[in-house]
């Protein structure tokens, strides 16, 4: 039954077929085998097999299988060995990280209570939830998870916490009498209870309008499941830089093959130079370096609060352009606190400080209170922590008796801890003043009431203390609290103050105390709450976290767009987004009524493109901003801690779920998980991604520039009708030796420092850029050139062919070592970095040169290889000419920055 919040309970009742007696348990059993079990959709999980041979379906490895065979044909058994070698890792990676996704609907299945209490032919009975059928009435309390979607028939004081479903952060009241329009918000429709929200207090009775996939939560698992895959910026980028190697490898090949077969050679050498060519140009070891750049990533984000769920997501935070972040928890405290006191007179004082922690203090616009202020703070505080049935104190950690290993703990109701925490920042405990006020009489809060009541013996006086509705309070009090004497109420005032404060964001709440006569054999009730003074107004709100506006900065210095996403009341998100400086206009504000006209009339991506806030949204229509945002352009990052968050984590570019508040579903669908729940630590995890990916950046520079220095300096030799400069064995042995290890070593490079200080890269900028396209022109050409004029040189010297290749290769290793140093930034130069901010870089390099000169003097090796030993005068000398590539990189680099000065000062 969709439209169960527009109809009366009896109305609801007989639709349904169904009595407040439930029903029988024959017709229970007959309507179960109709609707069927009340359980979430699940995906069908693929077997672990399919998932693994699924891994082989990426352009890159169509690459890297081709390198193999050819390395097969060729008989270069290492080589082939290492590929498959790779190719197996990767397949076992990206298998371990699509069976964890899998289990993100199964996740959801878990918020659905196991059992819960239904009244069967007017009996009460505890049955297994995933038997409930619509007509069921189910009977709820406080601590109870509904089971299922439910219209109310009955709410005695409840509240359920909703936040998990819509992402209100505070509890929501039920009134099972009302009725609301068809179109209101998921949050206001009180007369319902829905599947997977808590009851926080009261109790309430009800009958099933729908279970399983029918549910509201049913359709976030059914948003999940049908959720198109989106595939983060650096499996983009990848895949066509991969097309391009594969296309640059095979043009190569056939262009030398070509030139060979003009020029005379044989057809078996003119396919074992192809073969060879082909092999040293592909970057075999691209994929396990890319794996340890993210994997190293990985490592650095979880030293700042960022956990990986998948390896690639390490890069995506990096590359992300727009932040979707939820409100509760993330920006704020997720903790209902004062912030500030409203004098009767209209003055408002603050109260710093958050969460339950009573560290704070209260200042007036004068600074600390006088005397006479302080004694009327004493009567506010008094009236706050005496109708209260709250807890605040400490606790032991570990059983320490130190008391720095004490941590503040709170239970009872959110507005009533919030009022003993402002109470303990003035200076006034609980327990102390019910020792010294003797409680007479109460009156409990209730919703049909909406304020709360004690009398207390103060001195001989019978004081009345009362907290709650301003509305409620004001008919109750006949004068307002002044600094010396009583005013006469002026309730016109207090009406616009309370009014103004709301407008900001503030949860208003209203005190007031008063002499209370009351007979031995009379009954304390709200007759007797005539008279009364009003002593001021207390103003709370979820505040923020103290690092989130820092935090929201450096996302716009990042050139990071940030857009905060609530099931939140307008009014309480905007006071929020002003603080942070999220918006500029009211107008940056979208509601979710809003947004559902937008999408009917084909408006969204307009609308979406210019809103900073989103409030009162459901949670299908989080799903909506991230497919506009995606459709504008942008890469998006979405935060979220509940089951309504979880479609639009699952479709963003990398979803980030909260560790501590986040729902078991969230973090399932979640690339990334906060372990505080901070938004600075996303912002942390922006940077280290931008690092993770520069690093990959760097690696494939260094891998793709070597391969195109081998490209020239073959080209050169084949037109010039010289033999191979290297053969085979050789060129392998530069990839697997050389480069294998510096490109490992190069993935542990640091962060240069300034990575939130630039613009993140365009969605649609190609990993080989034109940067990039320059650099590996010049640095391959000059590796290429001076490389081939050194071998034709040994050779009209008279040298050997085979003295002539060992030269080469070993000045090829030389340029290799050199050139790592080149590929540690694309803009300063590699003279101001220190080599000992990445040891291993510099270990590696001396490890591949100590390799290559161990190979010339270990007998099997050198004649595979056919290298033998050089005199020191001639390795110097070589050194001098690995050199050149140094020079000529940093003349460019040199080039580039005064250009681009010029460019800004003109």
């Known amino acids: 039954m969709k439209q169960a919040h527009t109809e009366s309970g009896e109305s609801v009742l007989a639709a349904l077929n169904s009595s407040q007696h439930g029903l ?3 017709e229970a059993c007959a309507r179960l085998a109709h609707y069927g079990s009340n359980s979430l959709p699940t995906a069908k999980s693929l077997s672990l097999s399919r998932l693994f041979l699924r891994q082989f379906s990426s352009p890159l490895i169509y690459v890297l299988l081709a390198a193999a065979l050819v390395s097969l044909v060729i008989q270069a058994w290492s080589d082939a060995i290492f590929i498959f070698a790779v190719l197996m890792i990767n397949a076992l990676i990206g298998t371990i990280q699509e069976h964890s996704a899998q289990r993100a609907a199964t996740a959801l299945q878990q918020m659905v209570s196991t059992s819960c209490r239904v009244l069967r032919g007017g009996d009460a009975r505890e049955i297994n939830a995933e038997e409930l059928v619509p007509g069921d009435i189910v009977l709820l309390e406080s601590g109870d998870k509904v089971p299922a979607d439910l219209r109310l028939l009955l709410s005695n004081d409840l509240e359920c916490d909703e936040s998990s479903l819509t992402g209100e952060s505070n509890a929501v009241l039920k009134a099972a009498d009302s009725l609301f329009d068809d179109d209101a918000f998921l949050g206001d429709r009180r007369n319902m209870a829905f599947a997977g929200t808590l009851v926080a207090r009261g109790r309430g009775r009800g009958v099933v309008v729908a279970t399983g996939q029918n549910s509201e939560l049913g359709r976030i698992a059914d948003d999940v499941l049908t959720q198109r895959f989106v595939k983060a910026p650096l499996a983009l980028r990848m895949e066509r830089f991969t097309h391009w190697v594969a296309v640059v490898v095979g043009v190569a090949a056939l262009l030398m093959a070509a030139i060979a077969l003009m020029q005379g050679v044989p057809f078996s050498e003119v396919m074992l130079l192809a073969v060879a060519l082909a092999v040293s140009v592909i970057p075999e070891g691209l994929p ?10 990985m490592r650095r984000m979880a030293r700042r609060n960022v956990i990986i769920r998948r390896l690639v997501a390490v890069e995506a935070l990096g590359s992300c352009t727009f932040i979707a972040t939820d409100k509760t928890g993330t920006l704020t405290v997720n903790r209902l606190t004062v912030r500030q006191i409203g004098l009767p007179s209209g003055e408002h004082w603050q109260v710093s400080g958050e969460a339950i922690n009573p560290q704070g203090v209260v200042l007036t616009p004068r600074g600390p209170p006088s005397a006479n202020e302080a004694a009327w703070l004493e009567r506010v505080c008094q009236a706050a922590i005496l109708p209260n049935e709250a807890f605040l104190g400490q606790r032991k950690l570990g059983g320490n008796d130190n008391r720095e290993e004490e941590e503040w703990v709170a239970h009872g109701d959110a507005v009533d801890i919030a009022l003993l925490v402002m109470a303990h920042k003035a200076g006034f405990v609980q327990a102390e003043y019910a020792s010294a006020y003797p409680e007479h009489a109460v009156i409990p809060f209730e919703s049909e009431r909406l304020f709360a009541a004690t009398l207390n013996q103060v001195g001989a006086q019978q004081l009345a203390f009362v907290k709650g509705a301003v ?46 006569t009351l007979n031995e054999s009379g009954s304390f009730s709200e007759e007797h709450l005539r008279g009364l003074t009003l002593l001021g107004l207390i103003a709370m709100i979820d505040p923020l976290r103290s690092e989130a506006k820092a935090a929201i900065a450096s996302c716009r210095t990042a050139g990071i767009e940030v857009a905060m996403v609530t099931g939140d009341h307008p009014a309480t998100a905007l006071a929020i987004a002003r603080e942070l400086n999220l918006v500029e206009t009211d107008q940056q504000l979208v509601t979710g009524p809003e947004l559902k006209k937008a999408a009917e009339s084909g408006g969204l991506d307009q609308l979406v493109r210019e809103a900073r806030v989103f409030a009162r949204i459901e949670p299908h229509q989080k799903l909506d901003i991230v497919h506009a945002l995606q459709r504008n352009g942008h890469f998006v990052a979405v935060s979220g801690d509940g089951a309504n968050d979880a479609p639009a984590l699952s479709a963003a570019h990398v979803g980030i779920a909260m560790g501590k508040s986040g729902t078991d579903v969230a973090r399932e669908s979640a690339a990334l998980i ?27 520079f260094l891998l793709i520039s070597t391969g195109a220095a081998e490209l020239v300096l073959f080209t050169l030799a084949l037109i010039t009708g010289q033999p191979l400069p290297l053969l085979a064995v050789q060129l392998l042995w530069l990839n697997l030796v050389t480069n294998g290890i510096q490109d490992i070593a190069l993935a542990f490079e640091p962060g240069e420092g300034d990575e939130l200080k630039r613009p993140p890269r365009s969605p649609k900028e190609p990993i080989f850029n034109r940067v990039m396209v320059e650099r590996v022109l010049l640095s391959a050409l000059t590796v290429g050139g001076v490389a081939f004029l050194l071998f034709q040189t040994l050779l009209t010297q008279g040298y050997s062919i085979d003295e002539a290749r060992n030269g080469t290769l070993l000045l090829m290793v030389l340029f290799e070592n050199i050139h790592v140093f080149n590929c540690r930034s694309e803009t300063r130069s590699a003279l101001r970095h220190n080599p000992l901010r990445n040891p291993l870089l510099l270990f590696g390099t001396c490890a591949a040169q100590l390799i290559h000169i161990g190979a010339m003097y270990t007998p099997w090796i050198s004649d595979v290889l056919r290298i033998e030993p050089v005199s020191l005068n001639h390795w110097l000398g070589l050194l001098s000419l690995a050199l050149t590539v140094l020079v000529v990189m940093e003349l460019y680099k040199a080039l580039k920055f005064w250009l681009e000065r010029r460019q800004r000062c003109g």
């Open 288 to 297: 396990v370096a890319l794996t340890v750049a993210l994997a190293i990533g």
């Open 471 to 516: 509305e409620r309070l004001l008919p109750m009090c006949r004068t307002m609290a002044g600094l010396d004497e009583p005013l006469p109420l002026d309730r016109l005032a207090l009406e616009k103050q309370a009014h103004d404060l709301a407008r900001q964001g503030y949860r208003v709440l209203a005190l007031a105390s008063g002499s209370i």
């Open 674 to 700: 906060i372990t505080d729940d901070k938004f600075d630590s996303i912002v942390a995890g922006v940077e280290e991604g931008r690092v993770a990916y520069a690093n990959v950046r760097k690696v494939i």
């Open 24 to 26: 029988g348990q024959s």
